[in-house]
């Protein structure tokens, strides 16, 4: 079986500060890490993806993500906020044992002036 | 750019009517999905297809039924509307594969009264 846990329902954070949003997952196989963001009324857009190599990804909006294997984490962080970046934040896992990802229950980012 | 495009933004629908959503991709990926997202829930698979006339049951198959005739459409029906389908429905697709992102479209808001 597969799952992602989002532990933060909302992140409250001031305009140009930093931010960490958490996802652990659990799969007895080799996974696949994505992180989707949802704009009011709109569908989700992929912001990054894990599949292999550097653990490290990164956005053109300058989110980086970490995929820590021992930790079984894929954790979302930006140095500096913005106003914009205000939104839900989605991880999703795959593994070769599935046809589907399975989706964290999302956290909702709030930045304020 | 890949697009998705969901029928409808908005539909407000009886209890007991037959309710169709549909879906349409322009990249001829193999694979297509139906979510349902509700507050705190995160998304919710309910079906999926990974080629025409094929169909696979999700999470939350219960009242629903799709219907895949040509590779680029996918359509859930709702065979007869109760007040708990009244949610945001989101359509995605992606490349065969387990680890390929999927691509959304921007969700249809249905209310069944």
């Known amino acids: 079986a597969q799952s992602v846990t989002q532990l933060d329902s909302q992140v409250p954070v001031f305009e140009e500060a930093p931010v960490e949003l958490r996802c652990n997952y659990s799969s007895s196989v080799s996974v696949y890490l994505f992180w989707y963001v949802q704009y009011p009324n709109q569908g989700l857009q992929l912001l990054l993806k894990y599949l292999s190599g550097s653990t490290l990804v990164e956005s053109i909006n300058g989110f980086e993500a970490e995929f820590n294997k021992s930790q079984t984490s894929f954790h979302l962080r930006k140095p500096s906020v913005h106003i914009s970046d205000t939104a839900e934040y989605f991880c999703a896992v795959g593994n070769s044992g599935y046809s589907t990802l399975t989706f964290g229950k999302g956290t909702m980012l709030l930045v304020s002036p | 750019d890949v697009k998705v495009t969901q029928s409808s933004r908005y539909l407000v629908k009886r209890t007991g009517e037959k309710v169709f959503l549909e879906c349409v991709q322009d990249?001829?990926?193999?694979?297509m999905f139906w979510y349902r997202q509700d507050p705190g829930l995160g998304l919710r698979l309910i079906y999926f297809s990974y080629d025409v006339k094929m169909k696979e049951k999700g999470d939350i198959p219960e009242g629903y039924s799709v219907s895949r005739e040509k590779k680029e459409r996918f359509s859930l029906i709702l065979e007869s509307a109760s007040t708990n389908q009244t949610s945001m429905y989101l359509c995605?697709?992606?490349?065969?594969?387990?680890?390929?992102?999927?691509?959304f479209g921007d969700g249809t808001r249905l209310s069944i009264l």
């Open positions: 990249m001829d990926h193999e694979n």
């Open positions: 995605a697709s992606s490349l065969y594969g387990f680890n390929q992102p999927q691509h």
